[in-house]
Nanobody, 123 residues
């Protein structure tokens, strides 16, 4: 499974960005998908995850009400819509795929990782 993330950039606080992650795999709908992020000097952390059908999602507390994860299985893509961005959202964002059924929030539950896309939020 290869994952290609895109959509990062520089945005002012309060602005929006949409991250995309396209998978090169025939059975995309078989994978739980997640977004993680890593800020400078910090460990990578969970942001959001979505079930294989898209019917179940989880969000980290600090992004609830601001970020939305969704997927399009026909396009083999998962997205992260980020609204009301804050400077503390600045990080490299990674998409990841898990081959298990459970919608996980831990890094070690994900088997495949994209290369990351930089999001910078200025104050």
């Amino acid at each position: 499974v290869q994952l290609q993330a895109s959509g990062g950039g520089l945005v002012q606080a309060g602005g929006s960005l949409r991250l995309s992650c396209e998978a090169s795999v025939r059975t995309f709908r078989s994978y739980v998908m997640g977004w993680f992020r890593q800020a400078p000097g910090k460990e990578r952390e969970f942001v959001a995850a979505i079930s294989r059908s898209g019917g179940t999602t989880y969000n980290e507390d600090s992004v609830k009400g601001r970020f939305t994860i969704f997927r399009d299985n026909a396009k083999k893509s998962v997205y992260l819509q980020m609204n009301s961005l804050k400077p503390e959202d600045t990080a490299v964002y990674y998409c990841a795929a898990s081959g298990v059924v459970r919608v996980g929030v831990q890094e070690d539950e994900y088997h495949y990782w994209g290369q990351g896309t930089q999001v910078t939020v200025s104050s």
